[in-house]
């Protein structure tokens, strides 16, 4: 019994070096080559297809357009984009967003 509880410390201890051991210096800097393209400065509303005015998220994180999104909600109480449910009064108005 104290034999198979060594075993399983043995192992556990083992999976411990073996998670500390994967590399930490993740080579993140190859995914700033040209192939990803650069994020967006100025985002645009799905709705009206131009930039966002008093941008407003959603809780599935998708950003619309106050009036856009509030007049959506009206009529269709799904996200334009990934219909997840949108119900009028969860929508957050972004401050200070730009
Ligand atoms: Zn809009
Ligand atoms: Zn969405």
Not at 44 to 56: A, D, R, Y
């Amino acid at each position: 019994m104290l034999q198979l509880l060594a075993l399983l410390c043995q192992n556990a201890v083992e999976a411990l070096n073996r998670g500390s051991a994967s590399p930490r210096n993740l080579p993140d800097v190859t995914f700033e080559s040209s192939q990803s393209p650069a994020k967006p400065t100025g985002q645009i509303c799905v709705v009206c297809m131009e930039k966002l005015t008093s941008p407003t998220t959603t809780p599935c994180g998708h950003i619309f357009c106050w009036n856009c999104i509030t007049e959506w909600a009206q009529n269709e109480e799904r996200c334009p984009i990934c219909r997840e449910a949108v119900v009028a009064c969860r929508l957050v108005p972004l401050r200070n967003y730009s």
